[in-house]
């Protein structure tokens, strides 16, 4: 099953996409996600994503297997990068906690297309990453190092049992479609599939927005915008999951120390928050919440706060 990943990454067919208008948007985002705030260190414990937003992107040949459009959308391009690091619930054992969370951690690099359609009050994103998932990626020291600066943080010991390194190719497609589109109020559909390793699955789900904003079909918030909106946001996914490296290893090295296949092959997760905007600055925060990922694990929560910058 795990092979027949790759073959299907690799045979996505090139397409020609219909003419769309290439939005002159400039921007950097970053966010952050970590589960300090709760007084947690698990599972999903901290996460990095950096974009780079630019229209000279639009040269890029990877845009040839990201989703086409229509000519009524307008299309954001970036270079993105994604860095994400799991621990079991009992981080001061050295030893394998059988049916609890592997260490592991991944950094992922690629290309991600937005495109916004106002006819059709909708969003498409599509994206294509490749990265490795291992000790090489550094998630020991980046997780020690911080320990290392928390006075009442003590040393993870485990981390010699993570996932060893291999190959991660991820394929991603979105589509948001808007259902309510008032004023003060907005609901939204969400639907998207990932592709590859480290996740495969699928997502479905619903999103509302409360407050003073803009479409969200109609192009990144912050391009070209001398508003300010301030809104909050809830959020409800449903995953259905076939592959999970993270828990199950990697495609092609199997000297694991500590795998888990008693994952949950459907869970959901939970998010709220809110978004302020003024001209070409945002800043959200948010929690997200997740049911168990596998059999024997907990509930678990962890904040984010998001930073975008427009140029």
Same mark, same amino acid.
């Given at each position: ?129 490749? &990265? ?6 550094? &998630? ?26 291999? !190959? ?43 407050? !003073? ?37 990697? !495609? ?7 795998? !888990? ?51």
């Amino acid at each position: 099953m795990r092979a027949f990943l790759i073959f299907v990454l690799i045979g996505i067919s090139l397409h020609t996409a219909f003419a769309q208008k290439n939005l002159y948007y400039r921007a950097v985002s970053f966010r952050h996600d970590n589960d300090i705030n709760f007084f947690s260190d698990k599972y999903y414990t901290s996460g990095i994503e950096i974009k780079w937003y630019s229209p000279v992107l639009h040269h890029s040949p990877i845009n040839n297997i990201l989703l086409p459009g229509d000519t009524a959308s307008l299309v954001a391009y970036a270079i993105t990068i994604t860095h994400h690091i799991y621990t079991p619930e009992d981080i001061f054992t050295a030893d394998i906690v059988p049916n609890d969370h592997p260490y592991s951690s991944y950094v992922l690099f690629g290309e991600m297309k937005e495109q916004y359609n106002p006819e059709k009050h909708r969003k498409m994103t599509s994206s294509f990453q490749i &990265g490795v998932i291992g000790p090489v990626v550094g &998630g020991e020291i980046i997780q020690n190092s911080l320990h290392d600066r928390i006075t009442i943080a003590d040393p993870v010991k485990g981390w010699h049992n993570q996932i060893q390194n291999d !190959l991660c190719l991820q394929y991603m497609a979105q589509y948001e479609q808007g259902l309510i589109n008032g004023k003060f109020v907005g609901l939204y559909s969400n639907l998207q599939m990932e592709l590859g390793i480290p996740q495969t699955q699928a997502i479905t789900g619903l999103k509302t927005r409360l407050g !003073l904003f803009s479409p969200f079909y109609s192009g990144p918030e912050t391009y070209q915008s001398n508003a300010w909106y301030l809104y909050g946001f809830t959020e409800a996914n449903l995953h259905v999951v076939n592959y999970n490296a993270v828990l199950q290893g990697g !495609l092609f090295n199997k000297n694991n120390h500590h795998v !888990l296949y008693n994952m949950n092959h459907t869970f959901w997760d939970f998010r709220y928050g809110g978004t302020f905007v003024y001209k070409n600055f945002s800043a959200t925060y948010g929690v997200e919440i997740n049911s168990p990922i596998f059999t024997t694990a907990l509930w678990h929560r962890w904040s984010e706060v998001t930073f975008v910058l427009a140029f």
